[in-house]
């Protein structure tokens, strides 16, 4: 079960960079004497978390996709994304456009709110 900030989204979303992310910083300088000094950090938030349909899986109806857009068009908007048994803050990844991205399955001159839609949705942890 996925569910961001209240809306229940299909299972066959796709964490595309779930084991991508790089959760330690690290800056290596050497002193004047050739000594090598590290720093390094675990970084606590800015993770990406990118969810994407697939053409066989993961679809969104258009009210789905009307309703994720209002959501996205929020600036500065923090939204609760539970996954995999996690529950963690999010906001729009807006610095990687589009933030936010849905097309239809099948091209319609008039959708209708249960038309299906693939969509990916790029955030990041905060």
Known sequence: MIRFDGLLLPDGLVWTDEFAAQPVAQTVRRTLDGGLVVFYGQHSAGLPVTLASEPDSGW???ALV???ALRAASPGGVFLLEIRGQ???VMFRHQDPPAFEAKPLVALAHPQPGDYYLATLKLMTV
Do not use: D, Y
């Open 60 to 62: 969104l109806t258009r």
């Open 66 to 68: 009307e309703a994720l």
């Open 87 to 89: 529950a963690v803050p």
